[in-house]
């Protein structure tokens, strides 16, 4: 296989695995609460890539880099996957699966925009108008299809929904000026995450036994989801030889997620959902079309 084949094989697994992670979050809460899906979760995921960085034979490297960058992972794992995931988790609680999965993909708008202050970027006029496509379909979701009456099915669960996006996004632009290595880093922040994970549950009275079912559900969510998937993602974005035809792959998967999601939970995929999500990835389609300079003016 060429380069660019073992890229869109790397590129679609780890599409195809993203895309089962709604329906597994929603199974998972039934057995237990956000606050546990978390730690659990968390814990699973970090074996994962203690596992993976067995096999690369890079696990001396870990403690070297923990003495390095100790106080900025214990920042960004507070980020992600603490903070980011006990409120996404939030939201799924609250919210059917179709609604809260869609409402997460505005979390590229959502950075675009945050790159304004923090990396002082300009807004492009084509920025501002994926922008109001994107949330028209915000609200056409959260409004179930009656965005003029102002009627939310659920305010809290999409205030949690549109919160995430904010962190999410807010750590990848955070994550632009992190000098250690991915597979690394991303260890090093759920070594700090699963302490504080613990800590928020033992305030909270949630250290209680869980079934089974709630177990094998954050071990799939965390090494899965958390863990090995981001190390394809990687993989098949180091061996690409055009960046943009592997994040494309990305919009394969709110569609399979919506299938997964009336096939395994029983959901009734509304007409709204579908007419939001298609604003909403009309809206970062649009963000991605290449606007054409103008010709500097012949003297």
């Not at 679609?12 to 329906?23: E, G, H, P």
């Not at 490297?61 to 992600?80: D, E, I």
């Not at 880093?185 to 709630?214: D, I, K, Y």
Request: aromatic residues 12%.
């Amino acid at each position: 296989m060429t380069s660019q084949q073992k890229a869109y094989l790397y590129g679609l697994s780890a599409v195809l695995a993203w895309s089962t992670v709604a329906t597994a979050f929603k199974i998972s809460l039934t057995h237990l609460s956000p606050a546990q899906l978390v730690l659990y979760a968390s814990a699973f995921s970090l074996l994962s890539l203690l596992s993976i960085l067995a096999v690369q034979g890079r696990l001396a490297s870990l403690l070297p880099a923990l003495r390095q960058h100790w106080q900025r992972s214990l920042l960004l794992g507070a980020v992600n996957p603490f903070c980011y995931y006990l409120i996404l988790f939030q939201a799924y609680d609250l919210l059917p699966a179709q609604e809260a999965q869609a409402l997460n993909y505005t979390w590229a708008l959502t950075m675009t925009l945050l790159a304004i202050p923090i990396l002082k970027q300009k807004l492009r006029q084509q920025d501002a108008i994926a922008a109001l496509v994107c949330y028209a379909g915000v609200l056409v979701i959260a409004t179930r299809g009656q965005p003029f009456a102002m009627e939310f099915s659920n305010l809290g669960g999409v205030g949690y929904a549109l919160a995430s996006t904010i962190l999410w996004a807010g750590y990848w632009l955070f994550n632009t000026k992190d000098e250690r290595e991915p597979v690394l880093g991303l260890t090093l922040n759920f070594l700090f995450a699963l302490p504080l994970a613990l800590l928020w549950c033992a305030m909270h009275g949630e250290l209680t036994a869980v079934s089974w079912q709630g177990v094998a559900g954050a071990a799939y969510v965390g090494a899965l989801e958390m863990g090995f998937t981001f190390v394809l993602w990687l993989s098949a974005m180091k061996l690409t030889d055009s960046t943009a035809r592997i994040a494309n792959l990305i919009f394969l998967s709110p569609m399979v997620s919506l299938f997964l999601i009336y096939l395994l939970l029983g959901e009734q995929v509304l007409p709204s959902t579908l007419f939001g999500l298609a604003l909403i990835l009309g809206g970062l389609l649009l963000q991605k079309i290449p606007v054409k300079r103008k010709a500097p003016a012949l003297s």
